[in-house]
């Protein structure tokens, strides 16, 4: 099991950079594929990025394929989100999240979330 704490977020302007960070509890960090997701205002929770558990590989939604980039410190037991050139349509609260390695981040479905983090984006 895994304990996932968020840092970051906050209100930033478009076309602005933001890092969000999300450390874990537990000493299989390193075990786990983590990824993120986010939930705007009247929607449903949407897949953002995932990365592989040593690092070697990350997938991303088209929407921010480009502008944001996950990545990993495993000896630091934490994971990152790099938000670069957002936009007014980035404005959501977004998770970590945790799975179990399935072989392909395409099917990354997460099985231990983060408290999740609010975003604004002001244009």
């Known amino acids: 099991q895994v304990q996932l704490v968020q840092s970051g977020g906050g209100l930033v302007q478009a076309g602005g950079s933001l890092r969000l960070s999300c450390a874990a509890s537990?000493?299989?960090?390193?075990?786990?594929?983590m990824g993120w997701f986010r939930q705007a205002p009247g929607k449903e929770r949407e897949f953002v990025a995932a990365i592989s558990w040593s690092g070697s590989r990350t997938y991303y939604a088209d929407s921010v394929k480009g502008r944001f980039t996950i990545s990993r410190d495993n000896g630091k037991k934490t994971v990152y989100l790099q938000m670069n050139s957002v936009q007014p349509r980035d404005t959501a609260v977004y998770y970590c999240?945790?799975?179990?390695?399935?072989?392909?981040?395409?099917?990354?479905?997460?099985?231990?979330w983060g408290q999740g983090t609010l975003v604004t984006v002001s244009s």
């Open positions: 999240a945790a799975d179990p390695p399935r072989g392909d981040l395409k099917g990354f479905i997460a099985s231990y």
């Open positions: 537990g000493r299989t960090f390193s075990s786990y594929d």
